[in-house]
């Protein structure tokens, strides 16, 4: 039982350049969420899927996309990657969206992105 | 939606109770209050939620008030392990499944020190 995966770890891209950040988990969880988190800062929530089929924008969907691909599959893309893109991106899954113990949600390790 | 804030570092002592305090002023009727723990170079990972009262488990204790306008985090017995960044949410709960309220701010750097 993997839990949370992503891939790739690191990445650098030149301006300009577009990526898909991948994420899979196993646990059969509804929902799934992508953050970003600049040096210092807080994790602030890009995109988010409650359930295969859905996604809707979280606090900074700017320059981003995401697809829900089935249930256990959400990709984060960036078609035309800035610097302000520099970030660490996490992914989480919880088994709903909402609180309770069904809303814990599980992060993975991270994919850290420089944008050159 | 509750807005929370909490203080930016704290420090202690390999040993002692930490106790972090967390405001939420505006809290609502629906909002329960959450945290997580986050080391470096890892994502954050749950901790402990709570409505009202006294919640307790393996890892830490949830101290919330009648008002729930504050809401305290207890480690008992900390380690240098227990340094981390620890994140207070207030969620919110729909019926019909939403993520509204996922705002992890900056949190409360703890450092423990030998």
């Known amino acids: 039982n993997a839990g949370v995966t992503q891939t790739p770890k690191f990445q650098v891209l030149k301006t300009g350049q577009s990526m898909t950040l991948q994420c899979a988990q196993d646990?059969?969880?509804?929902?799934m969420y992508w953050y970003r988190q600049d040096p210092g800062m807080g994790l602030r929530l890009i995109y988010y899927?409650?359930?295969?089929?859905?996604?809707d924008k979280g606090e900074v969907p700017n320059g981003y996309n995401v697809s829900r691909l089935n249930k256990r599959e959400f990709s984060l893309r960036l078609e035309s990657a800035a610097p302000s893109q520099t970030s660490v991106y996490f992914c989480?899954?919880?088994?709903?969206?909402?609180?309770?113990?069904?809303?814990?949600?599980?992060f993975g390790p991270g994919t850290r992105l420089l944008v050159l | 939606l509750a807005k929370t804030t909490q203080p930016i570092s704290m420090d202690s002592y390999e040993g002692q109770e930490v106790n972090i305090t967390c405001s939420h002023n505006?809290?609502?009727?629906?909002?329960?209050i959450t945290w997580y723990q986050q080391f470096p170079s890892q994502g954050p990972r749950f901790i402990i939620q709570?409505?009202?009262t006294k919640v307790t488990n393996e890892v830490a204790s949830l101290f919330i008030p009648a008002d729930r306008k504050s809401s305290t985090l207890s480690l008992p017995r900390v380690s240098l392990s227990d340094t981390a960044v620890y994140y207070c949410?207030?969620?919110?709960?729909?019926?019909?499944?939403?993520?509204?309220?996922?705002?992890f701010g900056k949190g409360t750097h703890l450092i423990i020190q030998p």
């Open positions: 989480a899954s919880s088994e709903i969206a909402g609180v309770g113990v069904k809303g814990t949600q599980y």
């Open positions: 646990m059969n969880h509804n929902s």
């Open positions: 899927s409650a359930s295969e089929g859905t996604t």
């Open positions: 505006n809290i609502a009727t629906n909002d329960y």
């Open positions: 709570g409505y009202k």
């Open positions: 949410l207030g969620r919110e709960v729909y019926s019909g499944g939403g993520a509204d309220g996922l705002t």
